[in-house]
Nanobody
């Protein structure tokens, strides 16, 4: 069974950090680009970041550039999103997804992990 599982979310104060993980089971992530998305209450889901299958190419939404870093460890079949200098507006459910390439459609979604930034 193909599955993506996010973890690492939680409650953090403004200015704090979290690292999200996206672990795949039932298939290998090696051949896929991995994207992180988020959806805040009452808003549409938006793309946050994406990393190519090789890890050689990454992109970020303007709202997170310089604060978030995407990475992957194909040996662990896992991707990460390091989030620093968190702001209240980063509060959302964060999802990882696999795609054949960063500009392509999503093939599979994880179930999401809640990130809440609040004092």
């Amino acid at each position: 069974q193909l599955q993506l599982v996010e973890s690492g979310g939680g409650l953090v104060q403004p200015g704090g950090s979290l690292r999200l993980s996206c672990a795949a089971s039932g298939f290998t992530l090696d051949y896929y680009a991995i994207g992180w998305f988020r959806q805040a209450p009452g808003k549409e889901r938006e793309g946050v970041s994406c990393i190519s299958s090789s890890g050689g190419s990454t992109n970020y939404a303007d709202s997170v550039k310089g604060r978030f870093t995407i990475s992957r460890d194909n040996a662990k079949n896992t991707a990460y999103l390091q989030m620093n200098s968190l702001k209240p507006e980063d509060t959302a459910v964060y999802y990882c997804a696999v795609r054949y390439y960063c500009s392509g459609p999503v093939r599979d979604w994880g179930r999401g992990t809640q990130v809440t930034v609040s004092s």
